[in-house]
């Protein structure tokens, strides 16, 4: 019984995952920033990505970056459980506050949607981020 | 005793933890790919992905991706416990043998060292993916 139960949740469980795969969404955010608000832009930024993170079990990791010769150029990898985990990101007072606060000093912003070259790899990475 | 002993290892395992974040390397490469060769370049590109992070303890993660809306523009994130273990990398049969078999697919490549704008966060979350 006990072997029964567990196995059930084991199919359950990788029903679940395989779920998540398949909708799993990747973003890559290009952001240039104004110059004379770059040190409170990322200050920001990084607060928002981790609070995102934490209190958001559909946003599986948002790895903010810069380039190393250029640190204007601000480079964010976002993935999130599905669409609708994106969504809801948008909803939030975390997001909401980045986003009113950011207006002023992001120069360019462009968008792409990404897909995993190897999604199983990325997605087995990403479960056990969100452990 | 014991306990001595188990604090000791933690200063140590501290120290190299806090070692690797300040010489941690984040690349990120944009790379456009012949359409003739697309199907071939993600399956040679994806399992030198899987041997580098399987193989080689430097090679943190390598995520390999496509923009959605032009499957020929690949963008790979890669983060190195260092820049040896980076140029370690580039000597190993799996890449050497990557490099050149996609030589001739490949129409350009832009290779952008990268900062995190959240070290601390980034190097808990690549820790973990080597545990």
Chains 1, 2 share one sequence.
Do not use: W
């Amino acid at each position: 019984m006990k072997n029964s139960l567990i196995a059930i949740l084991m199919m359950l469980s990788s029903a679940d995952m395989s779920a998540q795969k398949n909708t799993m969404m990747i973003r890559m955010s290009e952001i240039e920033i104004d110059s004379n608000y770059l040190r409170e832009y990322n200050k920001i930024l990084k607060e928002e990505a981790q609070a995102s993170v934490k209190l958001e079990p559909g946003v599986i990791s948002i790895f903010p970056m810069y380039q190393k010769e250029n640190s204007t150029q601000v480079r964010i990898l976002e993935i999130y459980a599905s669409k609708e985990a994106y969504e809801s990101h948008l909803t939030t007072p975390h997001f909401k506050k980045y986003k009113s606060t950011t207006l002023k000093m992001v120069k360019s912003l462009k968008l792409t949607d990404m897909s995993a070259i190897d999604p199983q790899t990325m997605h087995d990475i990403f479960s056990k981020l969100k452990e």
